[in-house]
């Protein structure tokens, strides 16, 4: 970029800090009387600063405190192949219609402008932007601009391998891509697809094709990943990686818990426990990560501290959303639409002096943590793709009314089970007395109360209620032949080829009563082991999935949902369970979602036996099911 006279960028920041703009609203001079202190205040500033820094950068990028924002990220698509629960629920979400977003010759009439500004890097962003089919064109048309020296993109790799080759040609120089674990089940757990090897192979292709570092950013949430610091990290001791732990951070459907988050310090205290020669490297200028190395790896490792310690002090970046409303903070709900501006024939000064009121009304900080959270901002999709956690770390999808999955209330302990929310309506969980339901023995069920009722409950509730009965509704009453059973009495399977293919939907529980040692360490994630919930969810989703091959007469059934959820009762020290089975066919789901709750419960009992070997397990039972040829199920 030529220089320019510093007069000229004088008179640019007077034109351009003297008025005010709503978002997305024409700009308005200020024709009678003097600025705003705020306005004046920040034009000293700036003015302060082009004095003590004689450097040729615009004006126009130029915000009150001196930061000079010479890096763009563009969002190429709001769309995405994948379903990350952190990131958007799983219909997806409302997106912008076509006509609403930006062009490709708008993206890069808007690029061109930035970068004649003092923009020198550019990164790529979605949505997924390896899904918007004019991609590769778009970064061989941006690698023409002169004075453009990096040009990223940040990808969820599903789609890289097959690209990078082409994007590489096309003048591609930095690669981000977003991975949240190691473990291919809880991969398709998380984004709700799948394509763990898909991603790995972009990665390695990165690699081979030269790009080093190759940063992988890996969103740290507690009670789903963090568990694995240790083995991303490991990770960079052959391969050219910069595994970059990013602090959860809040946005429009996530649930952000300040729980969830996993600080920095707190992140680096567990690695160095496991490497203390862990050492610190020198920081660059506007660099958002604190970048550390092991002596004798070969990659290296960085944190993106945006909550716990933020660096806005250095920030120089700017967004441009897929719809053309550009950006000043990440954390910051105030938006202008270039769009808007563009379509209307705004000339180039126009789009710069608005560009500049919008820069020079950049805060010098984002709010704290807990102010993030309450405020109204873009889901993360919609402003471009960090893949980062969903209510858990993830959040639960909106989900109807008629849903026989829905729940209710709110959780008491953070963790991967915070997607179950607390109380399943028409359930058996947190009733008063929530005991006096579960009939966990005939044969002295009173041996269950002493030590799980408080003081304040009625010890005499396990001793005198009886289970409550099952009360089937439809056409057909319960068969009193066994149907597994042929004429002769021998083992048989059903055949169930003749019978139409409904709708069928199952729900059933478990109950984990712990004792108060096992129970404490499960609800603050302290077992040795891991976390207990975490582990059981995926055990009991797999499980569900897996009941053809556990029960010999069962038929396969191709599941088409799975929810396995657990809740804790700290009253009396258990672990509720629910699991809840969805598949269309001839034949019911309701061993799947047994199945599913009774595994669950088994591996939440594995998780803790090297604690406490008085640990009960009871009330597997079928809470309902619909859909069947004998009518629907409820159990009351």
């Not at 993106?304 to 954390?331: P, Q, Y």
Request: aromatic share 6%.
């Amino acid at each position: 970029m030529a220089a320019r006279p510093v007069s000229r960028m004088l008179q640019r920041v007077l034109r351009s800090s003297v008025r005010s703009c709503s978002s997305g609203a024409p700009v308005t001079q200020h024709h009678h009387g003097e600025p705003s202190r705020t306005a004046a205040e920040g034009l000293s500033r700036r003015r302060q600063f082009l004095r003590e820094h004689g450097a040729p950068f615009s004006a126009f990028l130029t915000d009150s405190f001196g930061r000079q924002h010479s890096y763009l990220r563009i969002s190429l698509t709001e769309k995405c192949n994948l379903r990350c629960q952190y990131c958007m629920p799983e219909e997806g979400v409302p997106l912008t219609p076509k006509a609403d977003l930006l062009t490709t010759e708008e993206i890069l009439t808007l690029a061109r402008l930035f970068v004649k500004e003092g923009v020198d890097k550019i990164r790529l962003t979605g949505g997924e932007p390896l899904i918007r089919p004019d991609v590769v064109d778009i970064v061989a048309q941006l690698h023409q601009l002169e004075g453009l020296r990096t040009i990223g993109i940040t990808t969820n790799g599903i789609n890289l391998a097959r690209l990078l080759p082409q994007l590489q040609k096309a003048g591609l120089s930095a690669i981000n891509i977003s991975l949240d674990t190691l473990v291919p089940a809880k991969f398709e757990f998380i984004v709700r697809r799948k394509g763990f090897h898909k991603v790995m192979e972009g990665i390695y292709k990165a690699i081979e094709l030269g790009y080093s570092p190759v940063k992988v950013n890996c969103v740290v949430m507690r009670g789903l990943n963090e568990d694995e610091l240790l083995d991303f990290v490991a990770l960079t001791e052959g391969l050219p990686l910069d595994v970059r732990f990013i602090e959860y951070m809040p946005f429009d459907g996530n649930r952000w818990n300040f729980k969830k988050l996993v600080s920095y310090k707190e992140m680096l205290d567990t690695l160095r426990q496991r490497w203390p020669e862990l050492e610190k490297l020198p920081e660059e200028e506007s660099s958002t990560a604190k970048t550390f190395k092991i002596p004798g790896f070969r990659g290296q490792l960085s944190f993106i501290t945006s909550m716990s310690e933020h660096f806005c002090g250095t920030c120089n970046r700017l967004r441009i959303t897929a719809d053309g409303n550009l950006k000043v903070c990440l954390f910051g709900n105030s938006e202008v639409s270039l769009r808007d501006h563009l379509r209307a024939g705004a000339s180039e000064e126009e789009l710069l002096r608005i560009v500049g009121a919008a820069v020079g009304r950049k805060k010098r900080q984002h709010a704290g943590m807990f102010s993030i959270a309450q405020m109204k901002n873009r889901p993360m999709i919609l402003i471009e793709l960090l893949l980062m956690l969903q209510d858990s770390p993830p959040a639960i999808p909106s989900i109807s009314s008629q849903d026989p999955f829905q729940i209710q209330g709110i959780r008491h302990r953070v963790s991967f089970s915070n997607q179950m929310g607390t109380l399943w309506k028409g359930g058996w969980l947190l009733r008063t007395p929530v005991l006096a339901q579960w009939r966990l023995g005939s044969g002295c069920p009173q041996r269950h109360c002493s030590s799980h009722l408080d003081s304040n409950a009625n010890p005499k509730c396990l001793s005198s209620v009886s289970q409550a009965p099952a009360t089937p509704s439809g056409p057909l009453p319960p068969s009193d032949q066994l149907t597994h059973v042929d004429t002769e009495g021998r083992a048989a399977m059903v055949d169930v080829g003749r019978k139409p293919d409904t709708e069928r939907v199952a729900v059933a529980s478990a109950v984990v009563l712990l004792g108060p040692v096992a129970f404490r360490l499960v609800r603050e994630n302290q077992l040795k082991k891991g976390d207990a919930l975490v582990v059981a969810q995926l055990a009991g989703v797999q499980a569900a999935k897996l009941t053809s091959q556990l029960i010999p007469l069962c038929h396969h059934v191709a599941l088409s949902h799975v929810h396995v959820r657990l809740e804790l009762d700290s009253t009396h020290h258990a672990v509720g369970i629910q699991a809840s089975c969805r598949a269309r066919g001839p034949t019911g789901v309701e061993m799947e979602a047994l199945t599913a709750a009774a595994v669950a419960a088994l591996t939440v009992y594995d998780m803790c036996k090297g604690v406490s070997r008085d640990i009960v397990l009871g009330e597997i039972k079928l809470l309902s099911k619909t859909g069947g040829q004998r009518g629907d199920f409820q159990r009351t």
